[in-house]
């Protein structure tokens, strides 16, 4: 699937290259567009023992260099790069290929799988709290599609994203997890099991410089088998000022 992915961008640039008269400096100027996003994404297959919280804030920002497909530029071609920040708020902990300080492994979870689970309400007689725990993933991205502008400036956009994981962490503060009374702050930089490649469609419709954006991610956070499968549907607003 992954090596069809890259076939399918290579071919894609090389058809748009085919459209495209030699741009001069200030066409290629034209030809840029970059923008940003604001969204929230909706997790699927989250376990059922997870409470996610009702807003998970994310963030993008690309840049598209457009391929005119017809002499009145309503129809263009796009590809470009950008980076994205997905984040995943719940009340669990993600534990990975080991016992975790509470409990044995879940029923049916391998010692190499990574996993959420849930601190208890007390350990060694002091109460824990869990404030805030997330996952966080950032991504390169290459995006690329279609894109039809009408005369009344209002814009339709089908792509497709492919991207490589730069950054995985989980954030937790609350209780100290060994039961010490005090409160902390953690964070986790090294993560086990998180697929290193995602991708999927996009939609954007809008009006002159804004518009709302759907993602929907056919790939999953974990690598097959060794995490739970959960993935973001991301929807939310774009901006392209530039």
Known sequence: MKRNIFL????????????AQKPSAESIRKRLSLGFGLFTDIWVKVPDSIDPRAI?????????????????GHLNFFIGGGIGAHNFYNNALLGTGKYNIYEKLPAGVDANE????????????QNIEVKKS???ITYF??????????IKKVHTTLGFKVGWSMNAHTKYKGSDLEGS?????EKSLKLRNIDNFHYGPFFEFGYKWIGASVFYQLSSVFEKDLGPQIRPIS???????F
């Open 56 to 72: 998970h804030q994310g963030v993008d920002v690309a840049i598209r260099y457009n391929f005119p497909m017809d002499k009145k």
């Open 235 to 241: 929807v939310g607003l774009v901006f392209r000022p």
């Open 114 to 125: 990574s996993y959420f689970y849930n601190a208890p309400a007390k350990f060694n007689g």
């Open 181 to 185: 009374g005090y409160e902390v702050k």
């Open 134 to 136: 997330k996952l966080s």
């Open 8 to 19: 399918l961008i290579t071919l894609l640039a090389v058809v748009a290259t085919s459209f």
């Open 141 to 150: 991205d290459v995006p690329f599609g279609f894109q039809y502008k009408s």
